[in-house]
């Protein structure tokens, strides 16, 4: 996926007001903190060794005093110093030196018997000069303290404005940061629930929970972290450049050739990079759908001792992840820190020879500020180039996730549906309808019946006969590619599965309860269901004692599945979520397959509460359960191959006929047509 970086980009674009204001920031922040070395430059340059350049001697009082004499320094004197008695302090070792005249040239000092030899290529000159004490140079500091402090003061008021404007920028990067992953986090699973039942019959659920959490944590980590830290960088790495080049043009274009570097270093990183992140997202996917595979399937692992077998395969699986994040470690071990070293060091190694050279002749002679400036706008530079190159490695496993995170949200899906039809009445048709999960392969094949309001239609029949299949395409998990299904009427496939599902219930052979209370379990969190209609429906079903065996009530609070309740008490709780909701018609998926026979007739009254009134379809493994069924049909390799009701079909002394012998034979009972 080519366009990863654009979309991830597109995501931040949402949030850029926030975002810009924190770049806006950032770039005060940093020319607040980069005045630094041209202060200290100033500071070294203008006000320490300030103190070489020329004096002025005055009649009327100056900054300076020696021997009853009177100076102010050249840059500082009112009026033309032409014909004025000018002198110069030199420094030589730790000792400063009195010339009183001006020396012509500056080069290698040396003092010898009270004289000053200076020598520059094949220059040199003499000059008469007199020691000072330190009482006797510091005349010639004092001036210089004021404008020091006030320097130290600005560049102090400097530091706390950029201090607070970082804490800001930060603050807000990271905030739009988190803006961003919640926005995309809540798109993915949005996404989930527009994509159809087939698309989670080849993906396990452990690999769909580490799209949304694992690899959108890692792209969290890019706009967190990456994003700021190249941001940071790159404004770092332009105000030291723009700087550079203030000092100096042709050192600067020499500091320049870091960036093609840089960005020749990431492509060839990205590229055994890219490879090593890919399968180490695949391989933790894998791992997360094998725990969560196995957490769910654990009874049945110690019931028949496979924990040895599955730890195995699970150790295949974290094998092949640390192998992988072995590679990508020694990857980034053998380049990132290694790389800004070689380059810092050639940096500096240019440098010497630059000034270096200069001061033997073969470039510029440059000022001691000039030089420490240099050298600390260096030192700088490569705090932001160690920064994106220690980024890369999150950057690259950011993209690969981000490219998991796109593919899944490109999968083709039905957007949800504010659509709304007025409630159907219950008559349902099915017109020669063939449906396939898998191309041609129908396991339906040209279905036809219908059934009135208030009917009970049950389907019968072996297993992989298609009874389930009939309930996916009447409540539109799966759209049949033959034939017609109405509802009053109207082709299903004419309105949207929401408008459709609002007036259809469903109870599965295996309830499903979510995390929450019974409450929220039954009216599935429908503010407009009032707690009085809870406990009315689940009285109804004959829920009521157990209800009030509880210390909270409706407000029991319910563990993942509803694992403290027994089966028959989550078969009531889904039947009185059925009931709340009012359908016109209501499927039931085998709902009495799991029940003991005792709890089979609190089951079956419950039952008849749910389906008065309403167009009833059941699946029934339990034969006895559908005596009272207006209609049976009894499916064999996707065709109806009996279609009456109990009685006769029981005279038909078919299929339907032969099950039910089974079944009553079974129990130790006598069939009856009955």
Do not use: C
Not at 35 to 42: D, E, L, N, Q, R
Not at 112 to 127: C, K, M, T, V, W
Not at 592 to 611: F, G, H, M, R, S
Not at 654 to 664: E, I, N, P
């Amino acid at each position: 996926m080519k366009d990863v970086g654009k979309r991830l980009f597109r995501y931040a674009l949402r949030f850029k007001r926030t975002i810009l204001i924190a770049l806006a920031l950032l770039t005060i922040a940093v020319a607040a903190e980069l005045t630094g070395p041209f202060i200290a430059k100033t500071m070294i340059d203008n006000h320490i060794l300030g103190i070489e350049r020329e004096w002025v001697e005055t009649t009327d009082g100056g900054e300076a005093s020696y021997n009853g004499r009177d100076f102010t320094r050249i840059d500082r004197f009112d009026g033309d110093p032409t014909g004025k008695n000018q002198v110069q302090i030199l420094q030589i070792g730790l000792t400063y030196y009195f010339v009183d005249g001006l020396v012509q040239f500056d080069g290698q000092r040396k003092v010898e018997n009270g004289e000053l030899y200076i020598q520059r290529g094949e220059e040199s000159a003499i000059y008469p000069v007199t020691p000072l004490t330190a009482s006797e140079v510091f005349p010639f500091f004092q001036p210089e303290i004021r404008y020091i402090a006030m320097l130290m003061g600005g560049y102090f008021l400097l530091i706390i404005i950029a201090a607070i404007l970082h804490y800001y920028q930060s603050l807000l990067l990271q905030t739009s940061a988190n803006q961003i992953i919640k926005q995309m986090r809540g798109d993915v699973f949005g996404k989930i629930h527009q994509l159809p039942i087939n698309y989670f019959d080849h993906l396990p659920a452990g690999k769909i929970v580490s799209r949304i959490t694992n690899d959108t944590e890692a792209i969290r980590e890019l706009y967190v972290k990456v994003l700021a830290t190249f941001f940071t960088s790159i404004i770092y790495m332009t105000g030291i450049f723009i700087a550079l080049f203030l000092l100096d043009s042709t050192l600067a274009a020499f500091t320049l050739l870091l960036v093609p570097i840089l960005v020749i270093w990431m492509i060839l990183y990205r590229k055994f990079a890219g490879r090593y992140n890919r399968v180490i997202r695949e391989r933790l996917s894998d791992i997360n759908g094998k725990i969560n595979e196995n957490i769910q399937g654990m009874s049945l692992v110690q019931a028949f001792g496979r924990e040895k077998e599955v730890k195995e395969e699970f150790e295949h699986l974290n094998k092949e992840h640390f192998k992988f994040n072995n590679k990508l470690l020694n990857l980034n071990a053998s380049t990132s820190f290694n790389l800004v070293n070689f380059i810092r060091n050639l940096t500096f190694v240019g440098m010497i020879w630059y000034f270096g050279g200069g001061s033997l002749g073969i470039g510029s002679i440059v000022t001691m500020g000039v030089l420490y400036a240099f050298v600390d706008y260096i030192n700088r530079l490569f705090e932001p180039v160690q920064g994106i190159v220690n980024q890369l490695a999150q950057l690259e496993e950011a993209r690969i996730a981000g490219e998991r995170v796109f593919k899944l949200m490109d999968e083709p899906g039905t957007a949800l549906s504010e659509e709304r039809v007025k409630r159907f009445r219950g008559d349902v048709v099915f017109d020669n309808v063939s449906f396939a999960y898998e191309k041609d392969d129908y396991v339906l094949k040209n279905i036809s019946f219908s059934a009135e309001m208030g009917e009970t239609v049950a389907f019968v029949g072996h297993t992989g006969s298609g009874k389930s299949s009939m309930m996916n395409i009447l409540f539109r998990f799966y759209d049949h590619q033959k034939g017609r299904i109405t509802v009053d009427g109207i082709d299903i496939h004419s309105i949207s599965p929401q408008a459709l599902r609002e007036h259809m219930a469903i109870v599965l052979q295996d309830p499903f309860l979510f995390t929450g209370t019974i409450a929220t379990n039954v009216s599935m969190n429908d503010p407009s269901i009032s707690k009085e209609s809870i406990m009315d429906a689940l009285e109804k079903v004959g829920a009521g004692d157990m209800i009030r065996s509880l210390p909270n009530g409706v407000d029991e609070e319910v563990k993942e599945k509803g694992s403290t309740l027994s089966a028959g008490q989550r078969q009531l709780i889904s039947f009185a979520r059925a009931l709340v909701f009012d359908p016109p018609i209501l499927i039931l998926d085998e709902a009495t397959a799991n029940i003991d026979t005792d709890t089979e007739e609190v089951i079956q009254k419950a039952l008849d509460v749910v389906k008065e009134g309403r167009t009833t379809f059941v699946i029934a493994h339990r034969l006895s359960t559908i005596r009272q069924a207006n209609q049976i049909l009894v499916l064999d390799r996707g065709q109806i191959v009996e279609h009456g009701d109990h009685s006769a079909l029981m005279e038909l002394r078919g299929r339907y006929y032969h099950m039910y012998q089974l079944q009553a034979g079974a129990k130790g009972g006598k069939a009856s047509a009955s």
